[in-house]
């Protein structure tokens, strides 16, 4: 009766992962492979639990403490992050710095400069082969402010 019950515990937290991860914002493949993981854990366990190997299961879990561990107790943000605000919509205009940026070329850098800068990155990023819309905008926003 108690492995029934510990796997119908092991499955009501799976379903809790599963939950969870459909709203994640799964920002890259290291990410993705920690959700993959830590789901796969818990299937693990579940599964050892429903087949009465009540001890393997525990040892799967004890591997997902950590990370069931950061689900319950949200992270602080710290290091240098911390003190930027966070991320929202940026505004249209863009500064020559940005533009600067967005080019890769220097604070005292020539008409010609610039408009090497931008032919070499638009060869790369145009939409007709195969590049993103917005950043070819972004290129051709940050070439305008720059050349006027």
């Not at 515990?9 to 994640?24: D, E, I, K, Q, T």
């Not at 393997?56 to 943000?77: D, E, Y």
């Not at 993103?132 to 006027?148: E, F, K, T």
């Amino acid at each position: 009766m108690i492995p029934l019950l510990l796997g119908v515990a092991c499955l009501l937290v799976l379903m809790g992962a599963l939950g969870r991860f459909s709203r994640a914002s799964v920002a890259s493949l290291r990410q993705m492979g920690v959700w993959v993981v830590a789901i796969g854990g818990l299937l693990l366990a579940a599964l050892l639990f429903l087949v009465g190997r009540g001890a393997g299961g525990l040892a799967a879990l004890a591997f997902l403490g950590p990370l069931v561990w950061s689900w319950v107790v949200q992270p602080t943000a710290k290091g240098p992050t911390a003190s930027r605000p966070p991320p929202g919509p940026r505004s249209s205009v863009m500064t020559p710095a940005e533009a600067r940026e967005v080019l890769g070329v220097s604070p005292g850098a020539s008409r010609d400069d610039i408009r090497s800068a931008y032919l070499r990155l638009m060869a790369a990023a145009h939409p007709d082969r195969g590049g993103s819309d917005w950043l070819a905008s972004r290129i051709n926003q940050a070439r305008d402010v720059l050349l006027g």
